[in-house]
């Protein structure tokens, strides 16, 4: 069965350093979303891509955060500089362009992140 | 935009006996409804969703009702297992793989032996 894949699992590093996320959702699927979801809450969306196109990303935090989806297939989801309150999990989801009654949300393993 | 809330935030059962959590939405065009079982370090695993064209389904010891006029639905786990133990999250969301989820908080169920 395909998954959605995410690199690196879990990732330290201190304040004001950079880091980059890596996502790969199901072949085919045209829906990227990146959720953040910190210890203890539910999951909250970050970005939205429909291909390569950014849907939503109203709850981005513009000055450290980028993310990417150049050709409409993995995804790439930045921080720089990195603050201590981004510790979180962050994960990765996708979706089939048509959607039919069995779909939904595919999520990803997460990556761990941790600031030091 | 949309707002979920959820209740209890923990629940704790004896083994056999059933558990019910409760989530309520604030946006009408929402149609879409996901519960997501979470085990500490793990991705979010759907457990069952509803649309809003059905009032309740049942999938083995795991049902979901939907109230679409009070905006809420619940989850219902008959026969509780230690092996149910984990946080469980409602979601709700405009169009399946459209929208994105707007989940609720969470609710850490614990199964006693």
């Known amino acids: 069965e395909a998954e959605v894949a995410q690199s690196p699992r879990y990732k330290i590093t201190e304040k004001s350093q950079a880091v980059a996320f890596w996502c790969d959702p199901i072949s085919g699927h045209a829906t990227l979303y990146w959720y953040r979801q910190i210890l203890g809450q539910g999951p909250e969306l970050l970005v939205q891509f429909q291909d390569e196109s950014v849907v939503d990303d109203s709850q981005l935090p513009k000055d450290r955060f980028s993310a990417e989806r150049l050709k409409g297939v993995d995804s790439t989801l930045k921080i720089q500089p990195a603050e201590l309150g981004d510790s979180a999990m962050y994960l990765c989801?996708?979706?089939?362009?048509?959607?039919?009654?069995?779909?939904?949300?595919?999520f990803g393993p997460g990556t761990r992140l941790t600031v030091l | 935009g949309e707002n979920v809330e959820q209740h209890p935030s923990t629940l704790s059962v004896q083994e056999g006996d059933s558990a019910v959590i409760k989530c309520t939405y604030s946006?009408?065009?929402?149609?879409?409804f996901p519960w997501y079982k979470q085990e500490l370090g793990k991705r979010p695993q759907l457990i069952i969703d509803?649309?809003?064209?059905?009032g309740e389904k049942k999938d083995q010891r795991i049902a979901v009702t939907l109230n679409k006029t009070a905006k809420h639905f619940s989850l219902h786990i008959t026969e509780t297992q230690p092996e149910d133990s984990a946080v469980y999250f409602c979601?709700?969301?405009?169009?399946?793989?459209?929208?994105?989820?707007?989940f609720g908080s969470g609710t850490r169920l614990q199964v006693q032996p």
């Open positions: 989801a996708s979706s089939p362009r048509t959607v039919k009654l069995t779909d939904t949300q595919y």
């Open positions: 979601a709700a969301s405009e169009d399946t793989g459209r929208r994105a989820l707007t």
């Open positions: 509803i649309r809003s064209n059905v």
């Open positions: 946006d009408s065009a929402s149609n879409y």
